[in-house]
């Protein structure tokens, strides 16, 4: 009897972090509802009760689960990788926007909007196969380093989503990434740095085939764009890829407009949050303005949609992992 | 110590359903190698060992989970939901192909080849939601019957394959299915039937669409095709939904060719399965010359590259589950 006391008091006791699924959010509202929300769909008890595989949460990854600013990491790699290219062959810098990414200027780069940007992640993704795609996003993440924090990219996840992420896992759910990122570039560190593997990375995509080149059978990515997963591509690819409709959703941009929408306006309880970028001092203040993340609609409809907005600043104790 | 040797008399008992993962299958070679692979790849202390997350298993659906003759079972169905929508409004009947479709000659309908075939695929399966049309393929299941065994259509199920199906997850594989089948019509019946939860179907599909109609937001078929989920579509579907090399691959035409060949070239050990229909009594006997579900570039490379081949009449005790 004593030692269950024992027991019980060492459980309770403050900073026994068993006890708190969620130990880098502030005691506020946000994350009052999440728990309130996973302990309802997770108690056969309850009305709210949802059977483990209709447990889907999916997560936005630019600006929800890493930061995105000045630029998406992606157009980073690309860029250095394009610097990387034309060093050995200078002819594939075949326009004007090519040339001022490789000279590292990115603002003449992306005067020319999305079709410049286009032609800068085109020339560096494709003409090579997968497995090297994926390798030279695993050496350029080892080495590259963040223009202003001076951090490794993949140290600039948001530590209170790693906890969510892993919090819902082990309550059952499938955790996937629906992102507008690369679906190899995402690959290429979502097992290592969030716990998802392959199977649940849904991104954009270039063209790819099926070679056999020198014996050797692989998957090559082609020139060319073959699926853009933002906006309305969001359901759209969550209906071709897991065929049912999540009950937690996770974004921070109009991009995850409709992913937010359709996702909630299921039947039975769902879970619509939204990251709030407001930290200027530890990360960047923007939302409707930015020409990053831009949180506009989606602001303005959180309230009568019933979704959660999360103020960074005010709701989470910390924001990059301690190294 | 009487009662340890009861039971482990009981178990070894023929019959003792729990020592036989694979009961349907007759004590042959395919059998046998089946055995032995899982056996390899689930021991810890085997050189051949591969990790639960890396044990995938693909399989096609069409003549190798259910039969596929006379003709795919979803054109049948097409036909037969054709049929149905031109009862209310003949306008739709806007070809040849579509009319004699629609008044069940499927000679002439098909007469005009792939296009006629996907002319009708394309009129049934679009301008819908994907949850009218997964409610019509299911009731279309419930009620239609084979034209020749008079057999439900999921009941036309190949019993061995099932116990593959169940054994493999038993021993931590993921099942998927990599069809050129199309994935709502698939996803209709593949949990129910194989086990096979819809994230873990990969099919071929139509164009489709987030739409919010009169306030209510759905995910609806268009016409056009987005991606056809045959030969070398399937290593490249692979990819893009699993991103994983698959370790078993269970096929039975020339459509898994290139599938087959990606996946056994992978390191480690492999497994590559071929369904041989040989069995005229039973199922159907056909393979070089057949129009669906040809099998014959796999057949001639088989032996060189170690797949093995079922055959059908000679490794399986039973075809179809007992009623």
């Not at 403050?14 to 999440?34: H, V």
């Not at 009305?47 to 995105?68: C, P, Q």
């Not at 924090?149 to 906890?163: H, K, N, W």
């Amino acid at each position: 009897m004593r030692l269950l006391w024992l027991f019980l008091a060492f459980c309770l006791a403050p900073g026994w972090a068993l006890a708190d699924p969620l130990p880098s959010w502030n005691g506020t509202e946000a994350k009052a509802s999440i728990i309130e929300f996973v302990e309802a769909v997770t108690d056969p008890a309850s009305g709210d009760y949802v059977k483990a595989s209709d447990r889907i949460a999916v997560f936005d990854n630019d600006g929800t689960l890493w930061s995105e600013q000045p630029l998406y990491f992606q157009l980073l790699f690309a860029v250095d990788r394009l610097r990387e290219m034309a060093e050995a062959d200078p002819s594939i810098l075949t326009s004007d926007s090519l040339k001022a990414a490789a000279a590292g200027d990115l603002k003449t780069a992306l005067a020319g909007g999305e079709e410049a940007l286009l032609d800068i992640i085109m020339a560096s993704h494709s003409g090579l196969s997968v497995d090297a795609y994926m390798a030279s996003v695993g050496e350029w993440l080892d080495s590259a380093r963040h223009p202003t924090t001076g951090l490794a990219y993949s140290s600039m996840i948001y530590q209170p989503m790693l906890e969510l992420l892993s919090y819902l896992r082990d309550e059952g759910f499938a955790t996937y990434i629906v992102s507008g990122g690369g679906i190899h570039f995402m690959r290429a560190f979502a097992e290592d740095v969030y716990g998802i593997p392959p199977e649940q990375v849904i991104g954009s995509a270039g063209n790819s085939s099926y070679q056999v080149i020198n014996g050797v059978p692989q998957i090559m990515k082609d020139p060319g764009i073959a699926f853009i997963d933002d906006k309305a591509g969001k359901p759209v690819a969550i209906d071709s890829k897991i065929g049912k409709r999540p009950i937690f959703v996770g974004g921070n941009s109009d991009g995850d407009f409709e992913m937010l929408e359709w996702s909630t306006a299921g039947e039975g309880p769902r879970f619509g949050l939204i990251v709030h970028h407001t930290d200027a001092e530890r990360e960047w203040a923007y939302d409707r303005e930015s020409h990053v993340g831009m949180l506009d609609k989606v602001l303005d409809q959180a309230d009568a949609k019933g979704w959660i907005i999360v103020d960074m600043k005010k709701d989470w104790k910390t924001v990059f992992p301690a190294k």
